[in-house]
């Protein structure tokens, strides 16, 4: 019982530290969303945090990240969507949910959706894809989540200045 214990308490300081650190570079990346990157809705606490691609492309070849959601896009200003999913009473990670992302400019003039693949950081599970912000400006990111046994999804929409 202690192990199960301390190994979800475990789990939720690096989910929280994970959060924090996305939430740093953010702010020094000037991408930082208008709702600081964190909602809840329908039982879910659910944090997203936007970076260059750069930054995975910064990566060795043959490193785990370099390759993973089919690499890094080509075209202008590609960016990294994470996001991770909580359940709001119990502080447990979900990892077993459907994330996707439907990315808007300003006006709604373009839109990408992009099904958010599951991911292993820390030995915890987040969800990530690429998306292209190809221009300056306020985007909105919408999410969908969806968890087994649940009728529908539950939708969240953040927004971020890209400059």
């Known amino acids: ?32 969303s208008a709702d600081d990157g964190f909602q809840s809705v329908d039982g879910l606490s659910v944090y997203l945090g936007i970076m260059p691609a750069s930054v995975v492309r910064g990566h060795p070849s043959g490193h785990q990240e370099g390759t993973m959601h089919g690499g890094v896009p080509s075209g202008q200003h590609p960016q990294h969507i994470v996001v991770a999913v909580f359940d709001s009473q119990t502080s447990d990670r979900i990892e077993n949910a459907e994330v996707v992302a439907t990315v808007s400019s300003l006006g709604h003039v373009s839109h990408e959706h992009i099904v958010l693949e599951p991911m292993s950081i820390a030995d915890t599970i987040t969800y990530g894809g690429f998306a292209n912000f190809p221009g300056r400006g306020r985007y909105e990111i919408e ?9 529908g999804s539950s939708h969240l929409t953040f927004s971020s200045d890209h400059p």
């Open 143 to 151: 999410l969908a989540i969806s968890l087994p046994d649940s009728p």
């Open 1 to 32: 019982m202690l192990n199960r214990t301390t190994s979800r308490w475990s789990r939720l300081i690096a989910g929280r530290a994970l959060s924090v650190a996305l939430g740093a570079f953010l702010v020094s990346t000037s991408l930082v």
